[in-house]
Every structure is written in structure tokens, then in C-alpha cells.
């Protein structure tokens, strides 16, 4: 059986906090194979680690700092000092291999390193279940084309680490490394079930267009041949402040755009992150050319309400008891909702009940739909379940 305990702790010094934060698992949990950590770039990463290490002695942790803090059962954690939310998981039939790498050549050779190595921790040499990844904004994409070189296609959850000023700040860690610029995955070899629900959870309009030109995978050039900005405006009615340099980045989170994969299951968000002198924006996650891209909108109601819909839509996708939830919900969308996330609070506390859970806040979210393929994207929510 799958035991889950969190905890969680706002401590300014790096070293109480980890105690404060591993002291519900140490206490409670035998047979513990891993735990997922998330903290605030406050924190001196290092310290923080080595302490929740000194704290669970040889518990693989893995994880990644999170914007502006974590929710728990206990609410939601953040401090100007300072945060970390931990979620351990005890099961003697769970096998896990856990391996992170700084970036060594591309980002898909680094993919395929890790991998490796992390079907070596596990002693494995079949392919996990599923596994979970981490990595900073930038190349997830390429990260996983290396992984599932090593694997083929599992299914995957996860999400990008993030800081509280889209500065950079942000890392990527296991219990043994550190890295702004890498990439950490743990493999789950167990008869338990697992479901990931993975969606954008917005409207979507009538207004479509085709990508007709993109540069570096993120810039999008053109829509319909026209200046991307130009065509974005014309569908939103934004005004060119709004699109100016890094405003796009919050009038998107209320209008992004999509693509859909190849049989309509899936509508992946694509955030417009800062507009260009040229007329072109810049995008949270890669683009193809000669494909559809299709405006998208919400509201910040509607970013809180759907957090218990999709809650409810994971739940469904499982079979049996539940013993965790694992919560990614976009950063973009935490800034959207801003001083109303008590509220998301209240609904994942409604929705979950006595279900251990954590969430952290991204700056990119990992998941899949039905059939398709593992896929990154942003301003949406990713949410697992792990069963008893």
C-alpha cells in the first residue's frame, strides 16, 4: 500500500525549515522510497537540501523552486523568508530511480544521460510506468525527446522550475545536484495506478489562424502571413500597450493562444511572454510552422473554478482508492489569480478532502491526454494521481 505524508514549513533559517518541513515523514514513514520537494528561491538551495537529506538519510529527493510558494493540507505556504512543501512516498513494492545532470552538450543529449542513469538507480533496464521530469524554462521539450530516446513513450508528469520575478533565479535539484540548467527525472516501477489529467482548461474562440513563420522553436513571426502581433491584436482587441515588450506576458494569461494535437484530444497552451519591435512574440514553448493556432480565453473566475473541474475530471480517470494528488498549476495563472488564491485553497481542499496532496506553481507544465503524446506547455494545470 502507498503511504503519503507532506509537511511543510516558512522557517527564514534554510535548516529549520527542513526539519520543520521532513518531520511529519520522518516520524510516520517506513519503506519511504522518494519525496518531492519545493521551495523558495530564498532559500540557499544547498543548505536547505543537505539538511532535509541529514533529516530522511539516503530518501532520493527531487524537485525544483516554485513561484511564490506551495499549497498543502496546511494551506498555502509562502513567506518573504522564505518556503518549502515536501510530499514523501513509503510503499515496499515501489521501486523508484531518481538521477539529475546540469546540461552536458543538447539538451536531448542530456535526456538520454539522465535517463540512463536513472534506470541504473532504479536496477532496472525495462522502462518505468511513468516517470516524473523537471527542468527549467527554456528546452523541456528537448529534455524529454532524450529521455523517451532511452525509454520510448511513457507517461510523464511534472513542470518547470520557476522563481518570484521571472528573473532566472530558478533551479532544478535532486539530493545530490543542483543545476539552473538541466533537467532531474524520477522513474516509478509499480502495479499501483497512476492518471494524469492534463488540460489549459480554457475557452476556446473562433478565431484560428496558421503559423506561418517561426523562429528559434518560441518566436512566433507571423499568423496567417501577417505580423503575429498584428493578428493577435485583431483577434483580442488588445491595445499595443498591451503587447508592448513584457506586457504581453500578463494580458496573455487571460488570452493565450493553443494548438491542438494531431486528433483533437489535447489544446496545449502557448503563452505570449513579450512582445517584439518587429512584430513578432515571444512564447513559452515551441512552435511548428504550417500548423493552427487557435485564440483562447478566460477569466480569473474561471482560472479558480477550474482547478476543482479538473480535480474532479482526475478522479474519474482512476481506478480504486487514491493515496495522493500531485497538483502543477501553471505560475502565470497564480499571478492571474494573485490575492484570491485562498480561494484555490478552499477548492482543492473541497475537492481532495483527506487526500494528501502538493502543489507547486511552474513556469511550464508537463502532461498528456488519452493516446497522445507526452507534451510541455504552459499556463495549464497538471494533475496526478497515485493510487493506494
Same mark, same amino acid.
Given at each position: 500500500?502507498?503511504?503519503?505524508?507532506?509537511?511543510?514549513?516558512?522557517?527564514?533559517?534554510?535548516?529549520?525549515?527542513?526539519?520543520?518541513?521532513?518531520?511529519?515523514?520522518?516520524?510516520?514513514?517506513?519503506?519511504?522510497?522518494?519525496?518531492?520537494?519545493?521551495?523558495?528561491?530564498?532559500?540557499?538551495?544547498?543548505?536547505?537540501?543537505?539538511?532535509?537529506?541529514?533529516?530522511?538519510?539516503?530518501?532520493?529527493?527531487?524537485?525544483?523552486?516554485?513561484?511564490?510558494?506551495?499549497?498543502?493540507?496546511?494551506?498555502?505556504?509562502?513567506?518573504?523568508? #522564505?518556503?518549502?512543501?515536501?510530499?514523501?512516498?513509503?510503499?515496499?513494492?515501489?521501486?523508484?530511480?531518481?538521477?539529475?545532470?546540469?546540461?552536458?552538450?543538447?539538451?536531448?543529449?542530456? #535526456?538520454?544521460?539522465?535517463?540512463?542513469?536513472?534506470?541504473?538507480?532504479?536496477?532496472?533496464?525495462?522502462?518505468?510506468?511513468?516517470?516524473?521530469?523537471?527542468?527549467?524554462?527554456?528546452?523541456?521539450?528537448?529534455?524529454?525527446?532524450?529521455?523517451?530516446?532511452?525509454? #520510448?513513450?511513457?507517461?510523464?508528469?511534472?513542470?518547470?522550475?520557476?522563481?518570484?520575478?521571472?528573473?532566472?533565479?530558478?533551479?532544478?535539484?535532486?539530493?545530490?545536484?543542483?543545476?539552473?540548467?538541466?533537467?532531474?527525472?524520477?522513474?516509478?516501477?509499480?502495479?499501483?495506478?497512476?492518471?494524469?489529467?492534463?488540460?489549459?482548461?480554457?475557452?476556446?474562440?473562433?478565431?484560428?489562424?496558421?503559423?506561418?513563420?517561426?523562429?528559434?522553436?518560441?518566436?512566433?513571426?507571423?499568423?496567417?502571413?501577417?505580423?503575429?502581433?498584428?493578428?493577435?491584436?485583431?483577434?483580442?482587441?488588445?491595445?499595443?500597450?498591451?503587447?508592448?515588450?513584457?506586457?504581453?506576458?500578463?494580458?496573455?494569461?487571460?488570452?493565450?493562444?493553443?494548438?491542438?494535437?494531431?486528433?483533437?484530444?489535447?489544446?496545449?497552451?502557448?503563452?505570449?511572454?513579450?512582445?517584439?519591435?518587429?512584430?513578432?512574440?515571444?512564447?513559452?514553448?515551441?512552435?511548428?510552422?504550417?500548423?493552427?493556432?487557435?485564440?483562447?480565453?478566460?477569466?480569473?473566475?474561471?482560472?479558480?473554478?477550474?482547478?476543482?473541474?479538473?480535480?474532479?475530471?482526475?478522479?474519474?480517470?482512476?481506478?480504486?482508492?487514491?493515496?495522493?494528488?500531485?497538483?502543477?498549476?501553471?505560475?502565470?495563472?497564480?499571478?492571474?489569480?494573485?490575492?484570491?488564491?485562498?480561494?484555490?485553497?478552499?477548492?482543492?481542499?473541497?475537492?481532495?478532502?483527506?487526500?494528501?496532496?502538493?502543489?507547486?506553481?511552474?513556469?511550464?507544465?508537463?502532461?498528456?491526454?488519452?493516446?497522445?503524446?507526452?507534451?510541455?506547455?504552459?499556463?495549464?494545470?497538471?494533475?496526478?494521481?497515485?493510487?493506494?
Amino acid at each position: 500500500m502507498l503511504n503519503v505524508k507532506t509537511g511543510s514549513s516558512t522557517k527564514a533559517n534554510a535548516t529549520e525549515a527542513a526539519k520543520e518541513a521532513a518531520a511529519p515523514a520522518k516520524e510516520a514513514l517506513d519503506d519511504m522510497k522518494m519525496a518531492f520537494v519545493y521551495s523558495g528561491v530564498q532559500y540557499d538551495q544547498d543548505e536547505l537540501l543537505n539538511a532535509l537529506s541529514e533529516e530522511l538519510p539516503d530518501i532520493p529527493l527531487i524537485g525544483n523552486t516554485s513561484f511564490t510558494g506551495v499549497i498543502t493540507p496546511d494551506g498555502f505556504i509562502s513567506s518573504d523568508d #522564505g518556503f518549502v512543501g515536501l510530499m514523501a512516498l513509503a510503499d515496499p513494492d515501489l521501486t523508484v530511480g531518481v538521477a539529475g545532470l546540469p546540461k552536458e552538450g543538447s539538451a536531448r543529449e542530456t #535526456g538520454q544521460k539522465v535517463a540512463q542513469m536513472a534506470l541504473e538507480d532504479a536496477g532496472m533496464q525495462e522502462a518505468p510506468d511513468y516517470f516524473y521530469m523537471t527542468a527549467p524554462p527554456g528546452e523541456e521539450e528537448y529534455f524529454l525527446k532524450g529521455i523517451t530516446d532511452v525509454i #520510448g513513450r511513457v507517461p510523464f508528469f511534472g513542470g518547470s522550475a520557476a522563481d518570484n520575478t521571472i528573473t532566472g533565479e530558478w533551479i532544478v535539484y535532486t539530493d545530490e545536484m543542483r543545476t539552473p540548467d538541466g533537467v532531474a527525472v524520477a522513474f516509478f516501477y509499480t502495479d499501483k495506478d497512476f492518471a494524469n489529467k492534463y488540460t489549459g482548461a480554457y475557452n476556446e474562440t473562433d478565431d484560428v489562424g496558421i503559423i506561418t513563420k517561426v523562429d528559434n522553436d518560441r518566436t512566433l513571426v507571423e499568423i496567417n502571413g501577417k505580423p503575429a502581433i498584428e493578428q493577435y491584436q485583431e483577434w483580442t482587441g488588445a491595445t499595443d500597450e498591451d503587447v508592448a515588450g513584457g506586457n504581453l506576458l500578463s494580458y496573455a494569461i487571460l488570452h493565450p493562444l493553443g494548438v491542438k494535437d494531431r486528433l483533437g484530444d489535447l489544446t496545449a497552451i502557448r503563452h505570449p511572454m513579450n512582445g517584439n519591435d518587429d512584430g513578432s512574440m515571444d512564447l513559452g514553448n515551441n512552435l511548428a510552422e504550417k500548423t493552427a493556432v487557435v485564440q483562447m480565453e478566460g477569466t480569473v473566475d474561471e482560472l479558480i473554478s477550474s482547478v476543482g473541474d479538473t480535480i474532479d475530471e482526475l478522479k474519474e480517470k482512476i481506478d480504486g482508492p487514491i493515496a495522493a494528488i500531485h497538483l502543477v498549476h501553471c505560475g502565470g495563472r497564480r499571478a492571474g489569480i494573485d490575492d484570491r488564491i485562498d480561494e484555490v485553497v478552499d477548492v482543492i481542499k473541497e475537492k481532495v478532502g483527506d487526500i494528501p496532496f502538493i502543489t507547486e506553481f511552474t513556469f511550464g507544465e508537463y502532461g498528456y491526454e488519452d493516446d497522445g503524446n507526452n507534451t510541455c506547455g504552459g499556463l495549464m494545470l497538471s494533475f496526478t494521481a497515485l493510487g493506494e
